[in-house]
């Protein structure tokens, strides 16, 4: 039997932090993030990392990695996320993969070997230089005559991909997206589920006690330190806006109205990676009722009785 490997997915807010810590702690884990702006130093409260008291309680891996002006790739993701996923199955410790980026959740989960090309910041910034003037479509009329299969699978809307399909192309030759690799791991994928207007309340009140605990005094350091809107980690939720705010673009109260808003978007998008129907998943409320079923669904799934 494959070596097991435990996800927790969801939407922001939904408690993923707290449910992968308890379990952790239960069957002696160690948590792997899969939170895309996590990976940043100097980011801590926007990105509502786990305080350090927890992460001495347990290991944390894929946090702090990289500083803001180095832009994390899913090859690289993946690259270590496997990694730490192989050195805690050779310590005799359970890995737990939790992390609303649901890219790098799937791929990781399903296997996905993507084409190892990093990214050209000269290459993305002329081609965001054209998405600008030309208009998304123009790029995805060029990714079409170049690699018309590549160009049915990305959608022209979808600017950040169609760009990353062209970089690629340059880089190798080809535009060929990821294929797929069963997994060296039997997987458990822990759902947690909360009803619209509770996760709004949840992310409205997260949102106020970042602002609360300083997120404004965050921001303006990572800007003193030379971190701006050229680097994709500061268009992150909270980042963007309260750089508006110090620069005088936006009032506090219209910066903090802003990112819950922005939140709420990117909480509906999850929904479409983390379905309701997706047989993969085992959904559970977030309550301590929900936390307590998973965990028994979790001792059982180990045991190999579920």
Not at 42 to 64: N, Q
Request: proline share 6%.
């Amino acid at each position: 039997m494959n070596p097991p490997l435990l996800a927790i997915v969801g939407p922001t807010a939904s408690g993923k932090t707290d449910l992968a810590l308890r379990l952790a702690q239960t069957f002696d884990g160690e948590i792997i993030s899969a939170d895309s702006r996590q990976v940043y130093l100097y980011m801590d409260i926007g990105t509502a990392k786990p305080p350090a008291t927890e992460r001495l309680r347990v290991p944390h891996h894929l946090i702090d990695v990289v500083t803001p002006d180095v832009t994390f790739s899913l090859v690289r993701f993946l690259k270590e996320a496997r990694r730490a996923i192989h050195e805690i199955h050779g310590r005799g410790r359970l890995p737990v993969l939790a992390g609303g980026t649901a890219q790098y959740v799937w791929a990781l989960l399903e296997g996905w070997q993507v084409p190892e090309a990093e990214p050209d910041p000269a290459v993305r910034s002329e081609l965001e230089r054209r998405a600008e003037t030309e208009g998304a479509q123009a790029l995805h009329d060029e990714l079409r005559a170049l690699d018309p299969r590549r160009a049915a699978e990305v959608q022209p809307s979808n600017v950040r991909r169609v760009i990353r399909a062209l970089e690629v192309r340059r880089a190798l030759g080809t535009s060929a997206g990821p294929r797929k690799v069963e997994p060296p791991y039997r997987t458990m994928i822990v759902g947690l589920g909360l009803e619209r207007e509770e996760l709004y309340g949840r992310i409205d009140a997260r949102v106020d006690r970042m602002a609360r605990e300083g997120l404004l005094y965050e921001v303006r350091g990572l800007l003193r330190r030379g971190y701006g809107e050229e680097h994709s980690s500061m268009s992150g939720v909270g980042y963007l806006e309260l750089a508006l705010c110090l620069e005088g673009r936006l009032s506090l109260e219209e910066a903090v109205e802003r990112a819950k808003f922005r939140t709420h978007r990117f909480a509906r998008s999850q929904h479409a990676w983390f379905r309701g129907d997706d047989e993969r998943i085992c959904w559970h409320p977030s309550s301590p009722e929900g936390f307590n079923a998973a965990e028994v669904e979790a001792r059982k799934w180990l045991e190999g009785t579920l």
